[in-house]
């Protein structure tokens, strides 16, 4: 008989059941009746009929596709003005547009350990896209404890060469803050590059929302890349490379994730435009998405449950198991409220949690409806 080249999916496919690990896509309609904790539009610009417009008209002026990659027929002159305002906004001298925010930390992550004997330090709590950015690179990585400055410290201090420690502003299983300044100080001390990903900090720290690297006082230095993601604060599609001229003038050069992939789509350029402008125009935005984040978590902590502090848009709440967060999420879904779900291996404590992201358009009504929902429909009894 002739071997089944892919007998050995069932095999894994009835692991992840086993585990409750079993993930499903879920098509939502254009307008979902459900009241949503679940997505990453911090800002509620997703939606905004600016923002929209904005990029239906690029759409319309620039067509449906880049058309190449960056380097062939991919850069319009709406990229450039992209990639000009945002380096403006957030504080650095360049910027280079890429057509996710994974593309963007593979690029930087891979283009910033090209000279050999290079080591990264990388703190164990940093998103997948840093991580496979880490393993491309082939350089020597060292995962090192979470949010610890001195462990960034030690590891660096053990290595004669250049270096490079990577991390997240805002890590998105708990939601807390990577202490930006004690890292940049154990950089500077040895040598080294600092790259944060700030895709959930973009539109919601620093001032006006220009930032994690800007509330550091970071923005600018020159030994800081930042990378974000455009489809999080700006509600569009992309990611970005944020940093000295000359590293971005790098990775133009030497980023795979750059030079062979389509560049972005018009639309996704024009509406990321559209909405950086409008958070520029309204940076009250970025303080009322944290003010709701704060108060979901001060209710859900009165009721008796178990969630991290939020120190940008991420609420996390823990469940007992991945089986219960899937079933708690379910019942949530089914009572008017889509939240997240984080299982493993998205987390890497093993602990799952109910992931639910603050927007600055929710409602006083809204968030108590969230909240009464999310309490009642716990799997395990909220109050002693």
Known sequence: M????????????ERRRAAGLVRTLRPRPARSPLLDLASNDYLGLARHPEVTRAGADACLRWGAGATGSR??????????????????????EAALVLASGYAANLAAVTALSTEPGTLIVSDSGNHASLIDGCRLSRAT????????????????????????????????????????????GACGDHGAALLVD????????????????????????????????????????????????????HLVNTARTFIFDTGLAPAATGAAL?????????????????????????????????????????????????????????ACRAAGVAV??????SVPDGISRLRLTARADLTDREI?????????????????
């Open 198 to 249: 700030d895709a959930h900090g973009l539109g919601v720290l620093g001032p006006g929302g220009r930032g994690a690297a800007a509330q550091a006082g970071l923005a600018g230095a020159p030994a800081v890349v930042c990378t974000a993601t455009l489809s999080k604060s700006l509600g569009s599609q992309g990611g970005v490379v944020l940093g000295p001229a000359r590293v971005i003038e």
């Open 2 to 13: 002739t071997r089944d080249p892919f007998d050995w999916i069932d095999a894994h496919a």
């Open 340 to 345: 997240g779900c984080f299982r493993p291996p």
């Open 71 to 92: 380097l062939v027929t991919g850069s319009t002159e709406l990229h450039a003005e992209l990639e000009s305002e945002l380096a403006a906004f957030c504080g650095f």
């Open 274 to 330: 559209g909405a950086l402008r409008l958070l520029r125009r309204e940076p009250e935005r970025a303080a009322r998405a944290r003010a709701v984040a704060r108060e979901l978590y001060e209710r859900l902590v009165e009721a008796g449950l178990e969630a991290a502090v939020p120190d940008a848009c991420v609420v996390s709440v823990r469940a007992p198991s991945p089986g219960a967060a899937v079933e708690w999420a379910a």
């Open 141 to 184: 990585t060292e995962v090192v404890a979470h949010a610890d400055p001195q462990a960034f410290r030690k590891a660096l201090a053990g290595h004669d060469g250049p270096a490079v420690a990577v991390t997240d502003s805002v890590f998105s299983v708990d939601g807390d803050a990577a202490p930006l300044g004690a890292l940049a």
């Open 368 to 384: 108590g409806d969230a909240v009464r929902t999310v309490v009642r429909t716990a799997p395990m009894p909220t109050c002693p």
